[in-house]
């Protein structure tokens, strides 16, 4: 196959071409509708108990992070001129498209008793807009005394106070989110022009959208760095736009791809599959310069360009689908995960890193047929003399050295894995975003000011219908409420137990002292008044299910990360929830809430990627062995590649850095790329070994300084590609491009001198001239073949103007 491949390539790259061109404007089409993902994307996966929790609670309850809130903390908001702007700005929030209630202090619903009917009415506390500073005091005194508001829109110690706007739930998982958003944000700006208040805006859907909103700028922004500098050091190690255009389309192609893949398995864009296009990038230019490289190095020797693209194509063609494919299995192997958010990533990553391949072998020998042949200063690169010296350097550090190779190798594993012990994991649901930025301040403003406003919500089922406003079960709720009361970095609870007590209060014309549970003398009378009601459910629905048999306890929590969290709830919330209900085996309750789903699904994609790297380590070390049939070659092999992965994992260690999502991706990228190297090396490595009768020493030097070149060159362009993620917003996307980075190189470094040093004293070269690895069926050959390749059959004219010679 792979001695027909050339032929094939350069004889049918006219129709190939074209076919590429089909494929990618139908590819183009499927991506026109591709959108983004707007709902809230849970790494936890469907068996798990924590997400059954979370699902039944939505069905019961509706979404728990609908919420928008929006804060102030100005006196000056109490004078009347102010207060009025404020309650306009309510309304208007209110009246608009996609917001189902507004609560506020301008905007609260007090419950009143009516005498006549024997029931219960909620009536606005602030009907029309004041007239006079007094009767504005006046209505704030009344509203002071409502205990329901206290804590959760209003704090009386300070006079902060909130705004809760309550999403409709298809607005919340739709792009009209972010523009509603965004019509509230511009809302809030006309308001602090004219009074001079500032607002703070905090809430799930809005954390989401901004979040959202930044990662989609970054991504878009990278992806042009990653390309522009791509080609500024493509253009500087090849001095040539011929090698920086044709990689640029095979990226950009190959990019359309991704789109495609997205669209045609109806996937929408996560904060994962965006990733994808920047790691295309990534993965398409190592193909791209190893080519060229192969492509300069042969017409350099002979001066056949037909003969130097036959060769590039022989000779790397299939290396560049085995690392290709090595790469591929670090995503493919998500598949395993349970979580979908990974196996998205993984298929789509997969497929689209083996189509770079193809898209590749066809279009740069293709291409480059169709161009006129190097020019001497388009070859300069191959005697680039730093270059030269700096291989020749690491050829003689591994010929004279290398025992002190092994020895700097040791120390540097043993001081790496020190810090290794120091590494940790702990996740946020604001995470990454700096100190400095707007959205990290305002949320410490609700922290410090209400405890903090990501949701948790412990759900109560009582085992019988109508059963939550048994009296009994309201007071266990009490004491349960109680206990959860002073805790600190959480919000006062509420649920059906805190509408008890407002009614109670309602029944006694107001009466602050009379805010409690009803007591036995006044609560038959109460529940008359309460069963007239002709909205009773309103009421109700909100924290208790059609049947009433399942009862919701919401609360608010700072993000207070993964490991605070896990304390708290396992070691304070759910051992105080035993403490109250433990004597009735009837009762089942859990904790639950898109704050605990989240932060776990951290959790998970942390351990399914470990997993994943095992995974491809091993599955690499399998396709390695069937490659090279060597146990020695195997190890040796995968040794210097796992080694700047221990080596980053001990900087982070060191430097504090944690283990999370974004920081756990670097090690199956860094592996599949760096492994790479490996492969190209040790496939040069054998074909010298042939070429040189199996003198070790000689194929090591000529694969060094052959192989050397394009390792270099794609681990600079690799680095520098990284490194433009340091000037992102997100810390997380930071630690991505500096350690994955640092990553490559440190592997680029040892491919070039720890790897040839394990060469030189464990292999000694000798191969059964009658057993051949799987590798060497296809890379070794006869060189003479390449002679006799027919150049009339590529349909090729000699001469022909846009080819150039066919001639030596």
Same mark, same amino acid.
């Given at each position: ?37 707007? !709902? ?9 108990? !924590? ?203 190959? %990019? ?38 192969? +492509? ?7 001066? !056949? ?13 299939? &290396? ?229 048999? %399942? ?56 351990? !399914? ?65 760096? &492994? ?101 069926? +296809? ?30």
């Amino acid at each position: 196959m792979w001695s027909k491949l050339p032929h094939i390539v350069l004889k049918y790259r006219f129709i190939l071409i074209v076919a590429l061109a089909l494929v990618t404007a139908f590819m183009g089409f499927m991506a026109r509708d591709v959108q983004m993902a707007f !709902n809230f994307n849970t790494a936890v996966p469907s068996t798990d108990e !924590n997400y059954r929790y979370f699902q039944e609670f939505k069905e019961k309850f509706g979404e728990d992070g609908n919420i928008l809130v929006v804060g102030a903390k100005d006196s000056a908001i109490y004078a009347l001129e102010n207060f009025n702007a404020y309650k306009r700005l309510n309304d208007r929030i209110a009246s608009t498209e996609g917001i189902s209630n507004v609560i506020s202090l301008a905007a609260l619903q007090n419950v009143v008793k009516n005498t006549e009917k024997r029931s219960f009415d909620l009536q606005p506390l602030i009907p029309d807009y004041p007239k006079t500073q007094q009767e504005l005091d006046s209505l704030l005194a009344e509203a002071l005394k409502l205990k329901f508001y206290t804590g959760q829109l209003l704090n009386p110690e300070n006079g902060a106070t909130l705004i809760l706007i309550n999403m409709k739930r298809e607005v919340l998982n739709s792009k009209d989110r972010n523009g509603l958003v965004r019509d509230i944000q511009a809302m809030g700006e006309e308001f602090t022009r004219q009074t001079g208040i500032e607002l703070h805006y905090s809430g799930m859907p809005f954390v989401r959208t901004v979040m959202q909103e930044k990662t989609n700028d970054e991504l878009r922004l990278f992806i042009v760095l990653s390309l522009g500098i791509t080609a500024l050091i493509l253009f500087l190690f090849f001095r040539s736009w011929t090698s920086v255009v044709v990689p640029l389309i095979v990226i950009s192609v190959v %990019v359309v791809w991704v789109l495609g893949t997205v669209g045609i398995l109806n996937y929408k864009i996560t904060v994962l599959t965006g990733l994808i296009p920047s790691i295309i990038v990534v993965i398409g230019i190592p193909n791209a310069v190893y080519l060229l490289n192969k +492509y300069h190095q042969e017409f350099a020797k002979h001066g !056949n360009k037909i003969k130097a693209l036959s060769r590039m194509v022989r000779k790397i063609g299939m &290396v560049t689908f085995i690392t290709n494919f090595t790469t591929a299995i670090g995503f493919l192997v998500l598949l395993t995960t349970d979580i979908k958010l990974l196996k998205e990533f993984g298929l789509v990553a997969g497929i689209n890193i083996l189509a770079t391949f193809v898209v590749s072998i066809v279009l740069i020998p293709g291409i480059l047929s169709y161009l006129p042949a190097p020019k001497a200063n388009q070859l300069k690169h191959l005697e680039f003399k730093i270059v030269g010296r700096f291989l020749v350097l690491l050829d003689l550090l591994v010929h004279r050295h290398r025992y002190r190779v092994f020895a700097a190798t040791a120390v540097i594993l043993t001081v790496a894995i020190v810090g290794v012990t120091k590494l940790y994991s702990v996740a946020y649901m604001v995470d990454d975003i700096p100190e400095k930025s707007q959205l990290k301040q305002d949320l410490y403003f609700f922290e410090d000011n209400f405890s903090g406003v990501m949701p948790l919500e412990i759900i109560i089922d009582f085992g019988r219908p109508k059963s939550t406003i048994n009296a009994r079960n309201l007071r266990r709720v009490d004491q349960l409420e109680e206990a959860l009361e002073p805790l600190e970095n959480v919000s006062s609870p509420v649920s059906i137990v805190s509408f008890a007590k407002a009614v109670r209060q309602a029944f006694y014309n107001g009466n602050e002292r009379f805010y409690g549970l009803p007591s036995p003398s006044d609560r038959n009378v109460i529940l008359s008044y309460l069963s007239n009601q002709s909205d009773n459910a309103s009421f109700l629905s909100s924290f208790v299910d059609t049947t009433g048999q %399942v009862m919701r306890v919401s609360l608010k929590i700072a993000d207070i990360g993964s490991n605070k969290m896990d304390s708290l709830i396992n070691h304070v919330i759910e051992p105080e929830i035993d403490k109250v209900f433990k004597d009735d085996e009837e009762i089942s309750t859990a904790v639950t809430g898109s704050t605990l789903l989240f932060v776990k699904g951290n959790q998970f994609l942390i351990e !399914n990627l470990r997993f994943s790297l095992l995974l491809a380590f091993v599955i690499i070390a399998i396709i390695m062995a069937i490659l090279f049939a060597n146990i020695r070659m195997i190890v040796i092999s995968l040794i210097p590649n796992f080694i700047p992965l221990i080596m980053t994992a001990g900087i982070m260690g060191y430097f504090g850095i944690p283990l999370k999502p974004s920081t756990a991706l670097i090690f199956s990228i860094a592996f599949g790329i760096s &492994v790479d190297d490996s492969i190209h090396f040790l496939a040069k490595y054998r074909q010298e070994l042939f070429a040189k009768k199996f003198f070790v020493p000689i194929a090591i030097s000529n694969s060094i300084k052959e192989t050397g070149s394009s390792m270099l060159y794609t681990s600079i362009i690799l680095f520098f590609g990284f490194v433009i993620f340091v000037f992102s917003d997100f810390g997380g996307t930071v630690a991505l491009g500096l350690l994955t980075s640092l990553t490559l190189f440190f592997a680029m470094f040892t491919n070039l001198t720890l790897l040839p040093a394990l060469l030189m004293v464990f292999d000694s070269g000798k191969r059964n001239q009658n057993f051949h690895p799987l590798i060497e069926h +296809y890379e070794f050959y006869i060189e003479d073949e390449d002679e006799e390749i027919d150049t009339q059959n590529l349909l090729i004219k000699e001469n022909d103007p846009f080819v150039g010679t066919t001639k030596k």
